[in-house]
């Protein structure tokens, strides 16, 4: 059975840090690209980083470029998002998606085929 399953949300003041986590299991191959995406209220879903798996390719939103870190620990099937510097405009609820099929890193919500739950992050100022 196929899961993807974020962790690692929460509340924290303006200037602190997070890590999500994503476990993604029961893919028949390891060859995955992995997206956060999130999204606040009253607005569009958006992406923040990818990783690949297959290029080691990874991309992040300029919103997040030098704040946000994305990483992989194969042997857990995790990818981790760290989090610094955080914002009261990162408050939003993230997703990680995942793609077995091109396995490439995209920003794109239309590549990928498997979401977890989400997870709530909130940044006080």
């Known amino acids: 059975e196929v899961q993807v399953v974020e962790s690692g949300g929460g509340l924290v003041q303006a200037g602190g840090s997070l890590r999500l986590s994503c476990a993604a299991s029961?893919?028949?191959?390891?060859?995955?690209?992995i997206g956060w995406f999130r999204q606040a209220p009253g607005k569009e879903r958006e992406g923040v980083s990818c990783?690949?798996?297959?290029?080691?390719?990874?991309y992040y939103a300029d919103s997040v470029k030098g704040r946000f870190t994305i990483s992989s620990d194969n042997a857990k099937n995790t990818v981790y998002l760290q989090m610094n510097n955080l914002k009261p405009e990162d408050t939003a609820v993230y997703y990680c998606?995942?793609?077995?099929?091109?396995?490439?890193?995209?920003?794109?919500?239309?590549?990928?085929?498997?979401w977890g739950q989400g997870t709530q992050v909130t940044v006080s100022s």
């Open positions: 998606a995942v793609d077995p099929i091109s396995a490439y890193c995209s920003l794109s919500f239309y590549e990928y085929n498997y």
């Open positions: 029961g893919f028949s191959s390891d060859d995955l690209g």
């Open positions: 990783l690949s798996s297959r290029t080691g390719h990874t």
